[in-house]
């Protein structure tokens, strides 16, 4: 995998791998698996379809791959449905928040835009969570560049890698992607410090409410 972490954050990874699990993580983990697998199962003529359909409208590749942290430091390829342009990630790559927003929605191509909009292109992390690089719920992936940035601004960043990144999280159902990167830490160290198979379902609850735009966020 091309893109490496600081050497520098060696440190900081090792405490976040010594941090101990909590009695809940079994059960999360079996919860994980079982919603992934069954979502996929379900889905899978409606998946199938849509990777048709990408590579009849734009070519190829159909998925998307990037690099991103996952916990205690371990780097894992990310898969999405494209929905950007060839190339784009290239281009879009040394930008965050609002300017990565903008260029972002430049870039997004027909079908991608409307895979984004009903959150179809997110579906094929579920296999990044079969896999054990991701959970359901958790922090959102951060690139390994950025999250050395995120390290060096905000110390206490490194903290997030003592869970499975999510597909989804506590600080998505409640904040928009331009908020500060600090206070959406305060949201993802919430639901690492009292997650709970409650509080998951209650994130599971408060997503599917998002995405249908009927939005309440997460209590």
Avoid at 69 to 80: D, S
Wanted: with cysteine.
């Amino acid at each position: 995998m091309s893109e490496q972490l600081d050497a520098g954050l060696e440190d900081l990874i090792a405490l976040a791998a010594d941090d101990e699990s909590r009695p809940v993580d079994p059960v999360l983990r079996a919860l994980d698996v079982l919603i992934s697998a069954s979502i996929l199962l379900v889905l899978a003529p409606l998946l199938a379809l849509t990777a048709t359909a990408i590579f009849l409208t734009s070519g190829r590749p159909v998925l998307y791959h990037g690099a991103r942290v996952g916990r205690a430091g371990a780097l894992f390829k990310m898969y999405k449905f494209r929905t950007l342009k060839p190339d784009a990630e290239d281009r879009l790559g040394p930008y965050l928040g609002e300017e990565l927003s903008r260029r972002t929605e430049e870039e997004v191509t027909l079908i991608g835009r409307v895979l984004r909009k009903v959150h179809l292109d997110e579906v094929p992390q579920l296999w990044n969570v079969l896999r054990g690089d991701m959970a359901v719920v958790g922090p959102r992936p951060i690139r390994p560049a950025f999250f050395t940035e995120l390290c060096e601004e905000i110390p206490q960043y490194w903290q997030r890698l003592v869970v499975r990144p999510g597909v989804t999280g506590f600080a998505q159902t409640r904040m928009t992607r331009e908020e500060s990167w600090a206070d959406k830490l305060a949201h993802d160290m919430e639901y690492i410090a009292d997650r709970s198979a409650g509080l998951y379902f209650a994130v599971l609850a408060a997503t599917v409410a998002k995405v249908a735009g009927r939005g309440p966020a997460a209590p």
